[in-house]
């Protein structure tokens, strides 16, 4: 005796997902990189001189001085973190890297014998090979950079401490720190290796501005870590439930500390990189720039609440603030409206966000 066939399950509605989400669509991104598209696009009506090279060069450059800081900030975000003193340790890192570079360039000074003597006719050259004065003096300021990387790690990961609290205690602790070394004035780099200094920092690589390059190089590392690395995936699995990556056994601390580290890291480089381009690293450099490292990665679509996030958000919400503040001074407007212009795109971002996520 036969059975009665049952009909087939139906699954009509699986794959069926409208455009908006799917794909690059399901994220703020997309919407983000959409609106900068359509305000680049004003911006060529606007003005004649807004796609001239001369002003994509300084685009490209001045989005890349807070884009480098962005990615490591992102890093932190994904885990639902935050680091509020980006700003300072730019300033402190660029401080030490340029007070070692004039300082070991200086006969007398310690240390300096080993790097520099006096030539015949007066002129301090370079004792040993061309550029180990800038090699040592990097070393010093990322090594900074990355001690402090490492207590708010430890404040953070080990005590338990709010990353909030911790880092905003840090931002003033670092900005002190930066007033004692150098009295409350500006270091400019000096010495046989100067020239390198500002080549390697202000300078052209393959016709475009060397920021640029570093930006492009970094974020394609990071791109490969985030996806295609073990600890990328413990990034986002710590950002999106922390409770359960601890039951997997990964160490949540280790995790937690190297992307602080990594942060510190990231800001360290991008303060030597700006200060190459100021020409010094005054004592006041970077203030208030963590604000704007984190609306550049909160509006390329880093989620304060952990778990999304990535480098081409950070870099698409770099140059939106860039085209912004570029297209004011082109237009003429008053620069103060800028920082007004990036509030009201930031909550822009995540209302749009909020409506996306209730529309899938």
Known sequence: MSLPMESPVSFANVGHARWWQRGFFTSQT?????????????????????FTEGNMQNVA??????????????????????????????????MITSMVISSLSTPGMPGASLFVHVASDGKTVAANFPGLILLVSMLAGLGTALLVGLVNG?????????????TLGMLSIVRGLGYVVSNGRGSFPSGPDADYFYALTSGDLFGMPAPFV?????????????HHTRFGRH??????????VE????????????????????AGLQGIIVSGWLGSAPANMATSYELNVIAAAVIGGANLAG???GPFGAIIGCVLLEVIRNGLVLAQV????????????????VLIDRIRSRMT
């Not at 997309?30 to 003005?47: E, I, K, N």
């Open 30 to 50: 997309a919407y983000v990189t959409l609106a900068l598209l359509v305000l680049l696009v004003v911006m060529h009506f606007a003005s004649p001189y807004f």
């Open 61 to 94: 450059k001045n989005f890349s001085f807070i884009a480098i800081a962005t990615l490591g900030a992102t890093f932190v975000i994904i885990t639902g973190g935050i680091d509020l003193s980006v700003g300072s340790m730019m300033c402190f890192s660029a």
């Open 154 to 166: 430890f404040c953070i990961a080990v005590l338990g401490l709010s990353p909030f609290v911790t």
């Open 214 to 226: 570093y930006l492009v190089i970094l974020a394609a590392v990071m791109a490969v870590v985030l």
């Open 235 to 244: 990034v986002f699995a710590l950002g999106g439930n922390e409770k359960a």
């Open 247 to 266: 039951l997997t056994g990964i160490s949540v601390v280790r995790v937690k500390i190297e992307v602080y580290v990594i942060a510190a890291l990231a």
């Open 307 to 309: 778990g999304i996030g």
């Open 334 to 349: 008053n620069s103060y409206w800028q920082q007004t212009l990036v509030g009201v795109i930031i909550i822009l971002a």
